[in-house]
């Protein structure tokens, strides 16, 4: 009667995420906690998960990604180690 397609599992995170992120003002030093909250926001990767999440990616694009991340790792390795050893 009805197709039914399997759930999808929800997503798991890395770690646990803290709710919000705070940061204190103290007197009129407005620029100072601008920037301790840039540096937080950057610790957490707030931002850099945003723009993973902008747009949707299949699994086997994010996997073909890595792969080809890990290679480039690999490779830049490679030519150290031959430097460093004189080959």
Known sequence: MFD????????QWDRPRSQ???VE???DDVMKA???LKKKLAK???LEEVKERRYYQKP????????????RQA???RKKQ??????
């Open 82 to 87: 031959q430097d460093r050893d004189g080959f």
């Open 25 to 27: 003002v103290k007197g």
């Open 20 to 22: 919000h992120l705070e």
């Open 34 to 36: 601008w920037r301790k």
């Open 60 to 71: 086997s694009e994010i996997k073909r990604e890595t792969n080809k991340r890990l290679k």
């Open 4 to 11: 039914q397609r399997p759930r999808r599992k929800p997503i």
């Open 75 to 77: 490779i830049r390795l």
């Open 44 to 46: 957490e990767r707030v």
